[in-house]
């Protein structure tokens, strides 16, 4: 009856450990019996289990922890590109927009801009929107907000490139005219700024 309720004990601790329950270990009653060397080996290779299984969560764990950093930088160097800020002349910097333009993108380009704006001292900015084909209220909500933001520093900021789409969208919003100045290309705009520039 002992013998059989060792090998029950044994059978438990074998099929928990098949489920990946390596925690269970068998008593030792110390009785010098060929079960005896069964139940030290299987005990000996729970531990062994057991070791392995906790070095292969800390293995998952850094593994994890460098694809969070891995995409938190990825994030950041999408972001870097997707703002790919330009220097056309002393003071004068473009800002050409490429696809999808939500809140929180106009929230990261906004503090991206009004940094190098800060950095180079510039007085203007000119916002190219050949890349954007349509624009939707909130799309143009944030861009007239960041056009405001950097006109508080003293930026003036001009549009270029806007599609008619974009342009009725816009329009819908009834703008300060002063705040919204567009030309038709970036060659324009540039062309007017140096003008500026030179007389003063």
């Not at 190098?116 to 510039?122: D, G, H, K, P, S």
Request: hydrophobic share 45%.
């Amino acid at each position: 009856m002992a013998d059989s309720a060792r090998l029950k004990k044994i059978l438990d601790v074998v099929v928990a450990a098949h489920g990946g329950d390596y925690s269970q270990r068998i008593s030792l009653e110390e009785i010098p019996d060929d079960l005896l060397e069964v139940e030290v080996g299987i005990n000996f290779l729970l531990d062994e289990l057991a070791m392995r299984e906790q070095e292969a969560e800390a293995h998952r764990e850094s593994i994890a922890a460098q694809a969070a950093q891995l995409a938190d930088q990825t994030t950041a160097l999408i972001r870097a590109l997707s703002t790919p800020i330009i220097t056309l002349s002393p003071g004068v910097l473009a800002l050409p927009l490429i696809g999808d333009f939500d809140d929180q993108r106009a929230e990261d380009t906004t503090a991206t801009l009004l940094e190098r704006v800060a950095r180079e001292r510039a007085s203007h900015v000119l916002l190219d929107l050949t890349g954007v084909e349509s624009v939707s209220p909130t799309t143009a909500s944030a861009i007239l907000r960041m056009i405001r933001t950097a006109r508080l520093l003293g930026v003036t900021c001009l549009v270029t490139g806007i599609h008619p789409t974009a342009a009725l969208q816009f329009a819908e919003l009834e703008p300060d005219p002063d705040l919204l100045q567009t030309h038709a290309n970036v060659s324009d705009a540039l062309a007017l700024v140096l003008r500026d520039t030179s007389r003063r």
